[in-house]
DNA sequence: CCAGTGATGTCACGCAACGACATCATCCTA
DNA sequence: TAGGATGATGTCGTTGCGTGACATCACTGG
């Protein structure tokens, strides 16, 4: 982070993160499996807290209540630390590869979610369905949240935006 | 796609796709910013096609109705084509690399049908959220579609997702 | 016939990423 | 307590992606 700061991301090689760090180049890469990678070190415990709340939501919660459930899990997780995802997300943004990888760890949150809606009884489109629309609202809430000035509660946004998203498809056709 | 498709995507050199086009590595990296682009050169007016037809949807419409309109345009753009499409997404979901360029896709394709919304009126957290609702409908629907090994209708898949989803978000709390 | 333009090739380079092997500390056990 | 297994790290060498700089060649307009 210190290095991707200073001087972002695509200036700074591996072999300068490593002696930073007191190592070597090649040991970094037994740590993590690319440059990107470092970054998102967070994001499988991040994974696992989402999962963990949406399975234990109560049985009669519909689909998208387990995934609020999730998203509250979310904010808990996150919320504390809003200056260091203001940070980190900042270094992401600037750069198209950390973007692709983000992505790609929002997908597989999505596809966690998904499996977590199946245990659950959810048929399989829905469960897919419930889950990116879970994820779209917390993208959104997430970009809110960081860039906001104020002082809202990351957990309050992910609600006013679940209202929103349901507002919207309700006024479709 | 011949080589990607025969040996893998890894398994495949810059200098071999080169060779086979009668072509220099370096020409290659003329035409694409890198090894995986040369698989999305389509993208561009995909999304073209899409926000043409989020554009000309009728003033009257709700913003997911102009949004389904979009999803009509992405099933005619790509209805034809199914077993290039097969062939292709077969590809990419061998590999990281790939899906990560196929989410940035589909970013910059929520981004651009966001941003359509807006000069339709639609205020900016709207936009977002039912941007992303569309290519999350998108991605599932054209998931089925590949899948399926009926001859299910891209376009009759999407709109059943859509109801899907509105069916989904009504139900929470 | 020449100057300008654009497409391609050639060469050299930096760096990410990985395989193979060496080294060293730790710890378990005979 | 010596010795062997294990795991973390370093060293070295290689491959291939991606880029900058410069040369070449075809084509076009004047």
């Given at each position: 982070m210190?290095l991707?700061?200073?001087?972002g991301?695509?200036?700074?090689?591996?072999?300068?993160?490593?002696?930073?760090?007191?190592?070597t180049?090649?040991?970094?890469f037994?740590?993590?499996?690319?440059?990107?990678e470092v970054?998102?070190a967070?994001?499988?415990?991040?994974?696992?807290?989402?999962v963990a709340?949406?399975e234990?939501?109560?049985?009669?919660?519909?689909?998208?209540e387990?995934?609020?459930?999730?998203?509250?899990?979310?904010a808990a997780?996150?919320?504390?630390?809003?200056e260091?995802?203001?940070k980190?997300?900042a270094?992401i943004?600037?750069?198209?590869?950390?973007?692709?990888?983000?992505?790609?760890k929002?997908?597989?949150?999505?596809a966690a979610?998904?499996d977590?809606?199946?245990r659950?009884?959810?048929?399989?489109?829905?469960?897919s369905l419930?889950?990116?629309?879970g994820v779209?609202?917390?993208?959104?809430a997430?970009?809110r949240?960081?860039?906001d000035?104020g002082k809202r509660?990351?957990?309050?946004?992910?609600?006013?935006?679940?209202?929103q998203?349901?507002?919207l498809t309700?006024?479709?056709?």
């Amino acid at each position: 982070m210190e290095l991707y700061v200073e001087r972002g991301f695509e200036q700074t090689t591996v072999a300068e993160i490593a002696e930073r760090a007191g190592l070597t180049a090649r040991t970094f890469f037994r740590y993590f499996a690319d440059k990107r990678e470092v970054l998102f070190a967070g994001s499988a415990s991040l994974q696992e807290a989402l999962v963990a709340a949406l399975e234990s939501a109560p049985d009669a919660a519909s689909p998208m209540e387990a995934v609020a459930a999730a998203l509250d899990a979310a904010a808990a997780f996150l919320g504390e630390g809003r200056e260091f995802s203001r940070k980190r997300q900042a270094v992401i943004a600037a750069n198209a590869e950390l973007r692709e990888r983000e992505l790609i760890k929002m997908a597989q949150l999505s596809a966690a979610l998904a499996d977590g809606l199946r245990r659950r009884g959810v048929v399989s489109p829905d469960a897919s369905l419930a889950a990116e629309a879970g994820v779209a609202i917390f993208r959104v809430a997430f970009e809110r949240w960081v860039t906001d000035l104020g002082k809202r509660d990351l957990s309050q946004i992910m609600c006013e935006s679940l209202d929103q998203l349901k507002a919207l498809t309700a006024a479709a056709r």
